[in-house]
């Protein structure tokens, strides 16, 4: 594989020359230029760094890609606003409770309460965990630091600094590359030279072997989760000078997706790697900003360099070994529903939407219809994460081609087919990045699609041949002389066309692609060992996705009439699949639970407007994502667990667990009972012998055999 | 008639050479048994066989067709199926659908035409585990679980079947009847290789025997040869050990 990496790299460096050639700004590559680079690329990959060594640090540890790494660092910049901008504490020492005090204590709390929980899930809770805490965070700082009221977080020792070739290196910045620096001289000596750095290298390499030898894994755990947390706020802190903290989602992402990118490099764990990881990083975007001027339709393109260096170093990666079942037993407890059950459910389903349609006000109908637009985009999930196992963050991204799709080819005028054009488009959309990340799996797959679909939603759907930077008019259809103008119709509409696509979703889990879906996703090497060729499997299974999101996408195009591409927004496709996955992932019913989560709270605030309320539209899908611990089935099971009782002819889960395991102890008491009258007080008779074969099931060569 | 051979496969794992230059043939009608204590390399070799490890040197073949480039996937659709040591059956499906899921695959390489679901019915008949279709695998004890795997296996209709330690989690008489299966299995005309701890089941199933050891065929020969053999006795059994 070593040609093939080389061959990959040599391609990039030709690409990257070939893009610098095109969009160079006019200035002299001359020495001075390369120091001003340094000057400045280097105490911007000091922070990432930082960031990037947190979440190595949790993740080599504890097993768990902390999404909230970002985030932590964002409320740790908030905190620290607060106390030294808003309380006026000095400097150092709003930095040193911030950073050595809080954050580490946030860090245990998080570990004690929540990550502990998710050692040996599923890797799709586990991610989906931390993408919750993510939002919830943001959705916290939103509520208690206004966006709407400027925050900025003074330099430290604003406005001084000294002079390197011509520029004025900052302290500010100079100490963040100290302290980055000073914090590899640190690690090196924790992990080497003293007893719990020791203790986490072991836990590293063996964690089952350094709990035998007396290292308690889950102290260990709480050290690199208060660890990561005080680096995830040190990076913040030291950012938040360099940004926009009105932007609270840009300020999140600012350390987290260059910490990706970093850790990338260093294949999760290689410290010195993760370092160089940063610094190329650093590096290149500097560069970009110093020598390249991106415009027009390219004009996203510098923003989005960490996207791309996280992308093409997953695709440096090495193909991963097929994969094995997972040792820990995954809780599945979802009922497998037979298409005709499903289409009745449906139906059902079709006339409830309806029905609460018209209680609705207009504004509640509208977000109703957006609702059931985006449940529709999130059934895209339901084959390719509920079955397969497959991770992606992509679906709004996808959705967001069939939309463009749609409306070039005919949607502007309202022609049916555009639907079917904007599926068609997505699909080989979805096949190609499945060929091209396809190699990848669990989390390098899941960061692959997230870095894709950040590109695709700045860049690839401002091009002339999507969105063009404009919104494009896609009015709602006239069919058949019914005109689905109003949102009720179009609600109507909506939910048919839902419902068609979920009914065709169960037919599918019921054929023999279903089960290979789902086999698949149990046990790759068991699936290969039968024949069924994964690569060809999921290169189909991302197309369907894709195809279903792409249609999805026309729809709410036409819902919103005037598409544009930030209708697509990556954040917004975090959310959604956050939410598909609270709401059950291998189920249709919890893409409908993905689509209206929200409607309760909107309609809530519209009665009882309050800033917490307003927060709570981003605090609850993030925190509601700690319900999949308990419910990894998700939300959808554990209701319709609940209600079971009430349904006649069903009971629930966890009735029918407690009667297994009554009947079960019964029998064993019936067995001992048993025991003296068999064989102890008399002798086995022919007969007790072949009753006891006959259940058993001994086959018959055997009994023959004996005979 | 098929035959699996496996020429002078060698498979280094870092410093650790986990199998070394191992040499041996299994042909259609026979139960070949492959034994040796823990970490001498049985799996590994199994991996090697179904294309899950790429052995460091060597070859597999089969018919005289040479499998290195196969993925495996093509290798079971050439006619080789196995279990695991490791449970890996699908846990969140039913034995049944088990069973299809591999009989399914099986059509689209199968040259005549049959219905997947009355074959996973016969095939979980002969194993003997029907009472047990509807339950979902996970739910299993270990036993069923791999007489599961082996139901599996036999669906994708193989020339060649690898069995990787199929009677742990099985009672006595539970794997009187997995050894007689296996003996009718091999009168059918299937090549079973078996990995085995339980040495009666080896010793009356089996009609020839390798034994590995760290890594190398240390000797080889019918069950009664192996039995006798005295180099097996000291590195296999322990110096007075008795089988």
Redesign the interface.
């Known amino acids: 594989m070593r040609s093939r990496q080389l061959v990959a790299g040599l391609v990039l460096a030709a690409a990257f020359v070939a893009v610098s050639i095109q969009n160079w700004a006019g200035n002299d590559l001359s020495l001075k230029a390369i120091e001003q680079l340094l000057v400045f690329a280097l105490p911007l990959a000091g922070i990432y760094a930082l960031a990037a060594t947190g979440l190595v640090v949790v993740y080599s540890t504890t097993g768990v890609f902390n999404f909230a790494q970002g985030a932590i660092g964002m409320l740790a910049a908030f905190v620290y606003w607060q106390l030294k901008v808003q309380w006026g504490w000095s400097t150092w020492i709003a930095v040193t409770v911030t950073v050595f005090v809080l954050a580490p204590l946030f860090g245990i709390l998080l570990e004690r309460a929540v990550m502990r929980h998710l050692a040996g899930q599923d890797l799709v809770i586990q991610l989906m965990v931390t993408v919750g805490l993510l939002l919830g965070f943001v959705g916290i700082a939103v509520t208690i630091w206004d966006p709407n009221v400027g925050h900025s977080v003074p330099a430290f020792f604003p406005e001084q600094g000294f002079q390197i070739a011509g520029v004025v290196l900052t302290w500010h910045r100079f100490i963040a590359l100290c302290v980055a620096l000073a914090l590899v001289v640190g690690l090196r000596f924790l992990l080497y030279s003293t007893r719990a750095g020791i203790a986490m290298r072991a836990v590293v390499d063996n964690r089952s072997l350094a709990a035998l030898n007396g290292v308690s894994a889950q102290q260990v755990s709480m050290f690199a989760w208060a660890l990561g947390s005080s680096l995830a706020a040190l990076a913040g802190v030291l950012i938040a000078n360099e940004t926009d903290m009105s932007a609270l989602g840009s300020l999140t992402l600012a350390t987290l997706v260059p910490a990706f990118a970093a850790a990338a490099v260093g294949r999760m764990r290689s410290l010195p790697l993760t370092y160089l990881g940063a610094l190329v990083l650093a590096l290149l975007q500097q560069f970009a900003s110093l020598f390249l001027s991106f415009g027009g339709r390219w004009a996203q393109v510098p923003n989005r360099i960490p996207e791309i260096m996280l992308f093409a170093v997953l695709l440096m990666r090495p193909a991963a070994?097929?994969r094995?079942?997972r040792?820990t037993?995954?809780r599945?407890h979802a009922r497998v529903a037979k298409p005709r059950s499903a289409a009745a459910g449906l139906v059902v389903l079709v006339f409830a939407i309806a029905l609460v349609g018209t209680l609705l006000s207009s504004a509640n109908l509208a977000r109703l219809d957006e609702g059931i637009g985006l449940a529709l985009v999130a059934l895209s999930l339901v084959p390719l994460t509920g079955w397969a196992g497959q991770v992606s963050f992509a679906p709004l991204a996808f959705a967001g081609v069939g939309a463009a799709a749609f409306a070039h080819w005919g949607g502007t005028q309202g022609h049916p087919w555009a639907l079917l054009f904007g599926a068609l488009a997505a699909a080989p959309v979805g096949a190609v990045l499945s060929l091209i990340a396809g190699r990848l799996q669990g989390l390098y797959l899941g960061l692959a699609t997230f870095a894709f679909a950040y590109f695709t939603g700045d860049v690839i759907l401002n091009q002339p041949f999507a969105f063009n930077g404009q919104s494009l008019t896609t009015p709602r259809p006239t069919w058949f002389g019914i005109s689905f103008n109003s949102d009720r119709a179009y609600l109507v509409l909506l939910s048919i066309a839902f419902a068609l696509v979920a009914f065709l979703l169960v037919a599918l889990r019921n054929s023999?692609w279903g089960?290979?879906l789902?086999?698949m996703?149990?046990?790759e090497?068991?699936?290969?060992?039968?024949?069924?060729?994964?690569f060809e499997t999921k290169i189909a299974v991302f197309a369907l996705s894709a195809a279903i999101a792409g249609l999805g996408g026309g729809f709410l195009a036409m819902f919103y009439g005037h598409t544009a591409s930030n209708a697509f927004d990556a954040l917004v496709g975090l959310a959604l699949v956050l939410q598909i996955v609270v709401g059950g992932v291998a189920l249709v019913t919890g893409a409908v639970f993905a689509g209206v989560f929200r409607l309760p709270i909107q309609i809530l605030q519209d009665h009882w407007d309050s800033k917490w309320i307003r927060g709570l539209q981003q605090i609850a899908p993030g925190f509601a994502a700690l319900g999949i611990i308990q419910s990894p089935d998700g939300a959808v099971v554990a209701i319709a667990d609940g209600f079971a009782p009430l349904i006649p002819g069903r009971t629930s889960e966890r009735a029918e667990r407690a009667k297994r395991t009554r009947e079960r102890r019964a029998a064993a008491r019936a067995r001992e009972a048993k025991i003296p009258q068999l064989g102890l007080t008399e002798p086995f008779t022919a007969e007790t012998i072949g009753e006891?074969?006959r259940r058993?099931?001994?086959?018959s060569?055997?009994a023959a055999?004996r005979r | 008639m098929s035959r699996l051979a496996v020429s002078d496969v060698s498979v280094r794992f870092g410093g650790l050479l986990a199998v070394d230059g191992a040499n041996f043939s299994v042909e259609s009608g026979s139960v070949i048994g492959l034994i040796g204590p823990n970490g001498a390399g049985k799996t590994t070799l199994f991996n090697v066989i179904t294309g899950l490890q790429t052995p460091s040197a060597g070859s597999v073949t089969l018919d005289d067709r040479d499998l290195r480039r196969a993925k495996p996937y093509k290798r079971a659709r050439l006619g080789i199926a196995r279990t695991f040591q490791r449970l890996e059956a699908f846990g969140s499906l039913t034995v049944r659908e088990n069973v299809l899921v591999a009989a399914e695959m099986r059509k689209r390489w199968a040259t005549t035409r049959y219905d997947a679901g009355i074959v996973a019915d016969k095939i979980l008949a002969r194993v003997g585990i029907t009472a047990l279709a509807e339950a979902r695998c996970e739910q299993l004890p270990t036993g069923s679980a791999r007489l599961v795997e082996l139901a599996r296996a036999l669906a994708v209709d193989p020339r060649i079947l690898l069995l990787d330690e199929p009677s742990s989690g099985l009672d006595e008489d539970e794997t009187d009847a997995l050894g007689a299966l296996l003996v009718a299995l091999a009168r059918d005309g299937l090549g079973v290789l078996l990995v085995e701890h339980d040495m009666p089941l080896v010793m009356t199933t089996c009609d020839y025997i390798h034994v590995l050891d760290f890594g190398r065929v240390i000797a080889q020969g019918t069950p009664t040869q192996v039995q006798t053999d005295a180099e097996v006795q000291r590195a296999y059994l322990g110096s007075k050990a008795t089988m």
Not at chain 1, 525 to 534: F, K, M, P, Q, R
Not at chain 1, 696 to 699: D, F, H, R, S
């Open positions: 070994n097929l094995f079942a040792l037993a995954t599945r023999a089960r290979r789902v086999a996703r149990d046990s090497a068991a699936a290969a060992t039968v024949g069924v060729n994964l006891i074969e058993l099931g001994i086959a060569e055997l055999g």
